[in-house]
């Protein structure tokens, strides 16, 4: 029995009080999606946010201070300024991108996709929010779609006089007015997924998708497919007369003579996924799917390696079935991992490279995406395949399961019901004030939807009907839904933490260390546990059920939070350009633990094979651990009453913890096992 005591009183004198967040490796970031130059300085946008030059790509730095969102997509300068598109907004920076401030108001929450400056004017292509201009500089945009009707506006191009826009699904649209009209201008196109446009010599040049190159001489009133085979263009540029293309697959294509001929230029490329081709004074810059960059001199050599910063993607949903553990990013792809995110596999069968939302049930799992819809997997996340049969949306930004029932929230379409795991869907909207769903979450009867524009929305009846509850909610935006023990939770952007006892029909604004105009990222509920991420890059965690909360960010850097999720006795969270961190949970779990052990008794102690634990209050929540002296997690048990027996004919002859969550606080004890 000596011995036990003593190994007892060492295990105690060793417990820390709190440790550090560990970044993982990966998942990686990749993808340079646009390289312009200002005369002096380079800029590239890629996955990990705004890579840097000053020295005509000798060295490449990121400059991030002050973009919320580093999934960039297109870059372009107007004045003093250059501007970068984001999946959140546009951002702009009059420092050489030392610092970003948002490009105003209008675009805050919005997917901006394209830039393009037409005198003096900045044009902003969005998803499903259509097309902005701002003749401002930046500071106010208004929309301009007149004749403009379609969901994803992807690519931009303008020749001083008129503007063109290609589309995802619509063709490629043209505005002789400065963008007041909008006409579609399809003649002679086979495919209307455009991927990008450049105005040259008197021509516009076009790619689709899949069917190559086109050409128009009259503006575009008819188009005529280009004689030489060049598939999957992502960008065009040129200098001095010389246009270039760039190819996902088949690298770099210059033409001499106005894109009637082109040869590749490919000698030194070791990569030729190409996203993104611009230039300098003196030399060529493609971007590839690795988020490196080569370089060219024009006047003549082989390709060198020009940028090589390694980057996490920023993780915007995590989720799990059984040891697998996955990733969705924004702008790098879909990962999963077997080892506890030790390392990450990009799963190719989810071809998009934005995943919104994740939700598992053995062995399915589901992805929503931004333009393909829904991916889902049927052997725990080996393969997806799309599963989008009834959806009307190419955009799902959250899911909840309610009665065996799987609900989709989307941009701009309201909510899809499958009740046959997603092999068809059916829209379900009837009472929505608004169908741009945010956010879903249940409390196993009723569902909620959070909007992005008018509040929390209830359904008693499996989304057939829905009533509006923002009584006392003071935010139309409502980024996140969490429901745990009969208390409902709604995070918004900018407006801090609400809390619901009665199925939000009354809310309250609950702090207590979380600030009151917090912009509230993601919210999750575990056991009794509650954990919160920011747009700030903070992390709190309640065990009472929000009425006191602790902040547990310690030495996790970047911001926003994107999500948190519980899996294998960690915490995860997704950052912001900074991958997947985790924080083992027996830690957290020991902010809130009273060490006054009189609450809770073990009997009999010693032990064989069944203990009876018992407490000296009645709590309406709880769950029972089992602990190793390590620290691992053995046996979890929800409790039924003050008297709970748990059988540990399992565990091997020893001593353990075993520690008491209630919603008043942990209450820890040992037990010795012989």
């Not at 945010?438 to 196993?444: N, Y």
Request: hydrophobic letters at 35%.
């Amino acid at each position: 029995m000596i011995k036990y005591v003593l190994a007892i009183l060492l295990f105690i004198s060793t417990i820390p009080v709190f440790g550090q967040w560990q970044q993982l490796n990966g998942p990686t970031g990749g993808y340079i999606r646009s390289i312009v130059f200002d005369g002096q300085t380079l800029y590239a946008a890629s996955g990990g946010g705004v890579m840097v030059s000053n020295n005509n790509g000798a060295n490449w730095s990121f400059k991030n201070n002050g973009l919320k969102s580093c999934d960039t997509k297109s870059l372009t300068i107007l004045g003093d300024y250059i501007f970068i598109s984001t999946d959140e907004n546009v951002f702009r920076s009059s420092d050489n991108g030392t610092t970003w401030e948002s490009s105003g108001t209008d675009l805050e929450g919005i997917y901006t996709k394209n830039l393009t400056v037409c005198n003096n004017v900045i044009f902003a292509a969005t998803y499903l929010r259509g097309i902005y201009m701002s003749s401002d500089t930046g500071n106010t945009w208004t929309a301009v779609n007149n004749g403009f009707p379609t969901k994803y506006a992807y690519y931009f191009a303008n020749d001083g006089a008129n503007i063109y826009v290609g589309t995802y699904q619509d063709g490629i649209y043209r505005s002789t007015d400065m963008g007041s009209s909008w006409s579609l201008i399809n003649n002679g196109l086979t495919e209307l997924n455009i991927m990008s446009i450049t105005c040259f010599g008197g021509k516009i040049f076009l790619s689709t998708l899949s069917s190559g190159v086109f050409v128009s001489s009259d503006n575009g009133n008819n188009w005529n497919q280009l004689g030489t085979n060049i598939a999957s263009v992502k960008g065009f540029t040129d200098f001095n007369g010389v246009l270039y293309a760039a190819s996902f697959g088949q690298g770099v294509y210059q033409s001499l003579d106005t894109g009637s001929t082109w040869t590749t230029i490919n000698a030194g490329l070791t990569e030729k996924n190409i996203w993104a081709i611009g230039t300098s004074n003196d030399a060529l810059f493609v971007g590839v799917t690795s988020g490196y960059i080569y370089k060219k001199n024009i006047s003549g050599g082989n390709w060198t390696l020009s940028g090589s910063l390694d980057f996490n993607a920023g993780v915007g949903s995590i989720s799990n079935t059984g040891s697998n553990l996955f990733a969705g990013t924004h702008g790098s792809g879909f990962f999963s991992s077997i080892n506890s995110g030790v390392s990450w596999t990009r799963n190719t069968s989810i071809w998009t490279v934005e995943t919104r939302a994740i939700i598992s049930v053995s062995p399915h799992v589901f992805a929503g995406t931004d333009m393909l819809g829904v991916f889902k997997s049927s052997n725990d996340g080996a393969s997806f395949s799309m599963a989008n049969t009834g959806l009307t949306s190419a955009w799902i930004n959250s899911f909840t399961i309610c009665s065996s029932k799987l609900f989709a929230g989307s941009g701009e379409e309201g909510v899809f019901i499958s009740s046959n795991a997603g092999a068809s869907w059916a829209k379900v909207n009837n009472g929505l004030g608004s169908h741009n769903i945010l956010s879903l979450g249940t409390d196993g009867t009723n569902i909620y939807a959070g909007t992005s524009d008018s509040g929390m929305y209830i359904s008693n009846n499996l989304g057939a009907n829905w009533q509006e509850i923002n009584n006392g909610l003071n935010s139309n935006n409502i980024s996140s839904i969490a429901y745990a023990n009969g208390h409902l939770f709604a995070g918004t952007k900018n407006d801090g933490l609400f809390k619901s006892d009665n199925q939000g029909v009354n809310w309250l604004q609950i702090s207590n260390n979380i600030p009151v105009q917090a912009d509230v990222r993601c919210i999750y509920s575990y056991d009794t546990l509650l954990f919160v991420g920011t747009g700030d890059g903070e992390i709190f965690t309640s065990l009472d059920y929000g009425n006191s909360w602790i902040e547990i960010t310690n030495n996790l850097s970047g911001s926003p939070v994107l999500t948190l999720w519980v899996y294998n006795n960690y915490l995860y969270a997704g950052v912001n350009a900074g991958g997947v961190w985790n924080l083992p949970l027996s830690i957290i779990l020991e902010l809130n633990e009273i060490k006054d052990i009189t609450d809770i008794n073990i009997c009999p102690n010693p032990s064989n094979d069944i203990i009876t634990v018992t407490t000296t209050h009645m709590y309406n929540s709880g769950f029972i651990y089992v602990y190793n002296i390590g620290g691992e997690e053995l046996i979890k048990q929800k409790m039924e009453g003050d008297r709970n027996q748990i059988e540990t004919n399992s565990l091997n002859s020893g001593i353990y913890l075993v520690k008491v969550f209630t919603n008043n606080g942990i209450f820890t004890t040992k037990f010795i096992k012989e």
